[in-house]
């Protein structure tokens, strides 16, 4: 799994995407690169009032929104719960996704860089990222149904 970021190097990625730093986006930034769990909007809210109480659920969607068209995180779409999930981590990777407990896992490969890289050479596109997401039952899910 690719390492986690610092709070200086998010800084510096967000105005190099060009956005203004402000505490509340940093904080939502940070809070789910640092996350590896696949949040929902409003779960990263509820996360993160504690430390910013007057962040409201409009700004951490409105930040997010942002974060994906810059894309700097991935919007994964729901994982069967009707709920929209985030990824902080935009190196290639698969998500997995179990259809009982809609929990997503992250499968990191190396051979998934060497795969952008070759659709990259042979396309003539600059890839952004991809979004590759397998379905199934995750171990626990196997294991309780047995």
């Known amino acids: 799994m690719p390492e986690k970021k610092t709070a200086a190097s998010l800084a510096k990625r967000l ?23 696949h949040p929902t909007a409003q779960r990263l809210h509820l996360d993160l009032a504690q430390r910013f109480p007057s962040l409201s659920p409009a700004t951490v969607y409105n930040t997010l929104e942002v974060l994906v068209e810059r894309g700097l995180v991935h919007e994964l779409g729901e994982a069967g ?12 990777h698969l998500n997995l996704v179990c259809t009982r407990c809609h929990r997503i896992d992250d499968l ?30 995750c171990p626990a899910c196997q294991e309780a149904q047995s």
């Open 15 to 37: 105005r190099e995407s060009g956005l203004r730093l402000t505490p509340q986006r940093l904080a939502i930034y940070e809070e789910l690169v640092s996350r590896d769990d």
């Open 81 to 92: 719960d009707s709920a929209i999930h985030y990824d902080g981590d935009v190196e290639p």
């Open 108 to 137: 990191h490969d190396p051979a998934l860089a060497g795969l952008y890289d070759g659709l990259a050479e042979q396309s003539g596109y600059q890839i952004r990222g991809a979004r590759l997401v397998f379905y199934g039952l």
